[in-house]
């Protein structure tokens, strides 16, 4: 071997290395750097549905967007998240998002509770946030939550003065105290609003099991619109895609006068509802979307650390007062709006006081 070669190949090899090198310090930093010299770096954990869900993560992510958009940063840099395949992904995706330099850490529904806890603990000058569940003793946790039975019960109100068969169902997807707000209040506002006008109506209720399962969800509305339900409201996350799928399928093989509907959660659902009627119409069949503040909530506890007034230790609670809930104006007709919007006003005089929990 010449000495030219000699030289080639002891470049080569040092190139080598230093490539190695640099793969093993980088590891897997899905997330991107946090900005580790200020205060105001954010990171959202999500669940399994992941941030595309058209539901509860996607509503926590638009409040990150928005304040990336405030603070003119890009995503990876000031803002990131970090999705979830299962359960086992929660904690590991906590500690990388605290070690990637992230200040302020968010736990995007109640089954990250103990992740949060555990993090929280073993990152003491970070903050952290449970959404959507309370975490007591930890001063470096904010905790929040929804009276989404409010809202939940406008919707209610809403389909009473809507179906026209006098049956309505409910679709949620795992068991929960969190999702019983969601059943409690729309049943309660279906039986009020139906008082109201002397008629009867019922409500089917059935679970999917989790919030994954946008089969099994699909089947439970077709069973529902078979038997007469002209009016689906679902709080089942991912799967509650499911819901507009059956009922996008049956709409199609109708006129747009026997249309079925589909009450959508978390965010804005309407575009969900588009479709064309049997005879080639463009309708929509969202009736009206419950809305859960998570925008607004990920978004002012972004800008209360930045400005070191994160509420550590602290349980908010957004409720219809303050627009931390509401409804859609959708596609209500004015009867079904102005009763939703009545009721509100009596919700919020303390007139009207919503169950939390079914009997």
């Known amino acids: 071997m010449n000495k030219k070669s000699r030289r080639l190949l002891s470049l080569g090899a040092l190139a080598a290395i230093l490539s190695l090198t640099l793969t093993a310090c980088s590891g897997k930093k899905q997330g991107g750097q946090g900005k580790k010299d200020t205060k105001d770096s954010i990171a ?71 992740a949060v806890k555990a993090s929280a603990k073993k990152n003491p000058k970070k903050n952290f946030v449970i959404i959507d569940d309370v975490v007591t003793g930890q001063k470096n946790v904010a905790s929040v939550t929804f009276k989404s039975n409010e809202s939940s019960y406008l919707a209610g109100v809403a389909a009473a003065y809507t179906t026209k068969t006098g049956k309505v169902g409910f679709v949620g997807g795992a068991k929960s105290a ?3 707000l969601f059943e409690a209040g729309f049943k309660q506002g279906v039986a009020d609003g139906a008082k109201a006008q002397h008629k009867k109506i019922a409500v089917s209720t059935q679970y999917v099991g989790n919030f994954t399962s946008t089969d099994k969800a699909k089947s439970i509305a077709q069973s529902m619109y078979s038997s007469n339900c002209d009016i689906v409201y679902q709080a089942a996350g991912n799967a509650g895609n499911g819901i507009f799928q059956e009922a996008k399928a049956y709409n199609q093989t109708r006129s747009s006068a026997k249309k079925v509907w589909v009450i959508g959660v978390d965010v804005d659902q309407s575009n969900l509802g588009n479709y ?28 209360d650390a930045a400005n070191s007034k994160f509420p550590g230790g602290k349980h908010l609670v957004y409720t219809l007062k ?38």
Do not use: C, M
């Open 44 to 114: 959202l954990i999500t669940d399994s549905n992941g941030v595309d869900d058209h539901s509860f993560n996607e509503a926590a992510w638009s409040g990150f967007k928005e304040y990336g958009q405030n603070h003119h940063y890009q995503k990876g840099k000031g803002y990131q998240y970090f999705e979830s395949s299962s359960a086992a992904d929660y904690t590991p995706n906590f500690n990388q998002a605290a070690e990637s330099g992230y200040q302020t850490i968010f736990g995007v529904g109640y089954s990250l509770k103990d």
């Open 178 to 180: 969190i999702i019983s």
């Open 276 to 303: 064309k009627t049997k005879d080639g119409k463009k309708d929509n069949f969202t009736l009206t979307s419950v809305l859960k503040g998570l925008n607004v909530a990920t978004k002012t506890l972004a800008e």
């Open 322 to 359: 303050d627009n931390g809930v509401s409804i859609t104006k959708g596609k209500l007709d004015a009867p079904a709006w102005n009763a939703a919007q009545k009721a509100r006003k009596q919700i919020i005089a303390g007139k009207i006081k919503v169950a939390t929990a079914t009997k």
